[in-house]
């Protein structure tokens, strides 16, 4: 019914930047809070950066002041930009957002495929 597409991965050196988008589509009435998720091979998802409907926002440690998120709500997208990046930055990044599907009155969970992100140093 629905489904999260992200893009703008790739690989960088230390110090660039990317910008992350992740595109909503499907029965969508509506989107909640949209998130970044990020992880590496054999460790666990980790929470990167999250939005809410009202535009409060919320960063892990390790990205305040580099990373800034933002949504276009007519768009239905997330983005992400990284900037001043590391390699400890290197990670499949992932968006989720909580949608109220259209076709019925309640709110489901959606996770996107993933795009790769790589910091050379």
């Known amino acids: 019914q629905v489904q999260l597409v992200e893009s703008g991965g790739g690989l960088v050196q230390a110090g660039g930047s990317l910008r992350l988008s992740c595109a909503a589509s499907?029965?969508?009435?509506?989107?909640?809070?949209m998130d970044w998720y990020r992880q590496a091979p054999g460790k666990q998802r980790e929470l990167v950066a999250a939005?809410?409907?009202?535009?409060?926002?919320n960063y892990a440690d390790s990205v305040k002041g580099r990373f800034t998120i933002s949504r276009d709500n007519a768009k239905n997208t997330v983005y992400l930009q990284m900037n001043s990046l590391k390699p400890e930055d290197t990670d499949v990044y992932y968006c989720?957002?909580?949608?109220?599907?259209?076709?019925?009155?309640?709110?489901?969970?959606?996770w996107g495929q993933g795009t790769q992100v790589t910091v050379s140093s």
């Open positions: 499907g029965s969508i009435f509506s989107i909640n809070a």
């Open positions: 939005i809410t409907s009202g535009g409060s926002t």
């Open positions: 989720n957002a909580d949608v109220l599907v259209a076709t019925t009155p309640r709110i489901y969970q959606y």
